[in-house]
């Protein structure tokens, strides 16, 4: 089972950039899908955007598109979340996460879902 | 983006109760529903997928039901292990959406 190790917590000013890695310990990815998450204090989970860590395509979620770079690099199996302009909003846990694809029933349909998550990185925009 | 409405936010139990958790989508989704569960200080660890299948390992008192636009977690016989948070994710479009989350508490 692959195993997903974030780095540590960081503490920003607002304007500042984020850099945040993804590492797959034991294996390269099995997986190629990376999706990173967020949480911020008392909300819920939302999507960051995600990447193909085979050929690198990454796609965002719109608020976050004009602001966040999702990167691969398969030689060492790490991906790696940059989000730039940060303001106080920003402040919350990220993580990494596999999506893997489960083929279910007959027919085997494709289901996919996040198995296999990072421990989180917090990140604090403060002046 | 798909709505993910998750209720209730809280739920407090005792050892051995059963508990159903809802989650409702803006859109109809099929059967693209996963079930986490999430401790603190733990990274989310997926529950069931594909509306009802769990996952391997996790236990048979899990279980999920539902499809397009109605979906449930129910745990029957709660166990100690199982005070968490769970949420609910879609899987049908992007971006993924979550719910946000029912922490489930120990009366």
């Known amino acids: 089972q692959v195993q997903l190790v974030q780095s540590e917590r960081d503490v920003k000013e607002p304007g500042a950039s984020v850099k945040v890695s993804c590492k797959a310990s034991?294996?390269?990815?099995?997986?190629?899908?990376v999706m990173w998450v967020r949480q911020a204090p008392g909300q819920g989970l939302e999507s960051v955007g995600w990447?193909?860590?085979?050929?690198?395509?990454?796609e965002y979620s719109p608020k976050f598109q004009n602001r966040v770079t999702l990167t691969t690099d398969s030689f060492s199996a790490t991906v790696y979340m940059e989000l730039r302009s940060l303001g106080p909003d920003d402040t919350a846990r990220y993580y990494c996460?596999?999506?893997?694809?489960?083929?279910?029933?007959?027919?085997?349909?494709?289901?996919?879902?996040?198995?296999?998550w990072g421990q989180g990185t917090t990140v604090i925009v403060s002046s | 983006d798909i709505l993910m409405t998750q209720s209730p936010s809280s739920l407090s139990a005792s050892v051995g109760d059963t508990v159903t958790i809802t989650c409702r989508t803006s859109?109809?989704?099929?059967?693209?529903l996963n079930w986490y569960q999430h401790k603190p200080g733990r990274a989310p660890e997926l529950l069931i997928y594909a509306s009802s299948t769990l996952q391997n390992g996790v236990p048979s008192r899990f279980s999920g039901r539902g499809a397009g636009t109605l979906f449930t977690l129910t745990v029957n016989g709660l166990q100690i292990e199982d005070f968490a948070t769970y949420f609910c994710?879609?899987?049908?479009?992007?971006?993924?959406?979550f719910g946000r989350g029912t922490k489930l508490e120990m009366k």
């Open positions: 034991g294996y390269t990815f099995t997986n190629p899908v």
């Open positions: 996460a596999l999506q893997k694809t489960f083929r279910v029933g007959p027919a085997r349909i494709g289901y996919s879902a996040l198995d296999g």
């Open positions: 859109h109809p989704i099929s059967y693209y």
């Open positions: 990447i193909n860590t085979l050929d690198g395509r990454a």
């Open positions: 994710q879609q899987s049908y479009d992007y971006p993924r959406t």
